[in-house]
């Protein structure tokens, strides 16, 4: 076992999320704003052998977890070469996949036989007309990517809601009994201020604890303590109406919420970037390619400068949105 990685805190680190790209088939509003188009030069994202060398010297120095984001990652044309090429690194325990499930039909089953464990699936409402207006894209076209998924016999499946006032509130008791219905564990996430669009604002948030009242509260939602989800912040609750496990991501509500971070980020265009919430950012892809530093010594800066808690609450300002930054 390799010794522990720990923050200035005394955080374990031990969990990496890799964007494979900054493109995405769909434009949801919380992600990708309509007038953004600055979309990475092919040229300036990591290479396959780039990536899977810094993702091999990662599980060496003691990440355990990988999960590989977007953008879109099913847009990567090389996405099974990667994970064919990650599934037997000694010391990982997960490697996991996060897709809006538009593109996953046709590739769902190879995906699974080339080593990707679990998987998350963004599903934001039910009703198609709503699906499309929060998302750009096709509601038939994602169920028939999740039904491709629960056949291809993930070790796990999730689905993940982003939390919109005044847009997808009358869905969230529809979605966990859809949730229910299909035997996997549904999240619902706060929204983050990571987009450059005006509009994506307060107008917008609703919290966690207002999605649980929604729910029925306290009368109906049993604390799950135990429960493993996965990596991620997530704190479960069984729903007592529908028997599903239902998840909750508050980041700018829960006082304690960065308490347990595990986790760095690689962006598509090479940046490791010790906080979603911060704008601090190493430039991996320059140093790899001129030689000047390993990426075992970039990774533990990374950690080395990984902060205490996120600054959502305190006016953050985003230079580039989060298709840019990775989920």
Sequence with gaps: M???????????INYLRVSLTDQCNERCLYCRP??????????????TPELIQVITA????????????GGEPLLRPDLLEITRSLRTLPHLTSLSLSTNGTRLAPIARQ????????????????????????????????FAGFRAALDAGF????????????????ELRPLVHFAAEHHVPIRFIELMPLTLSPQNGQD?????????????????????????????????????????IVGFIGALTTPDFCASCNKIRLTADGKLRPCLGRH??????????????????????????KPKDHEFSTGYEPSRPMTALGG
């Design 34 to 47: 309509a007038a953004y188009h600055g979309w990475s030069p092919q040229p300036d994202h990591l290479s």
């Design 155 to 170: 070790t796990q499946i999730k689905i993940n809601c982003v939390l919109l006032r005044g847009m997808n509130q009358q």
């Design 280 to 305: 601090g950012e190493i430039d991996l892809r320059n140093a790899l390619r001129q030689g000047s530093h390993t990426p075992e010594e970039l990774l533990r800066e990374a950690i080395a400068n």
């Design 204 to 244: 917008l948030f609703l919290s966690i604890q207002d999605a649980q009242e929604f729910l029925g509260g306290s009368e109906t939602l049993i604390p799950k303590p135990d429960y493993s989800g996965g990596q991620g912040p997530a704190r479960y609750f069984e729903d007592k109406v529908s028997g599903a």
């Design 58 to 69: 990662a599980t060496r120095l003691g990440f355990e977890h990988i999960r590989l984001t």
């Design 111 to 142: 995906l699974q036989q080339a080593g990707i464990q679990s998987i998350n699936l963004s599903l934001d409402a039910l009703q198609p007309e709503l699906y499309r207006k929060i998302t750009g894209g096709s509601f038939d076209d994602f």
């Design 2 to 12: 390799l010794p522990a990685l720990l923050d200035p805190l005394g955080r374990k």
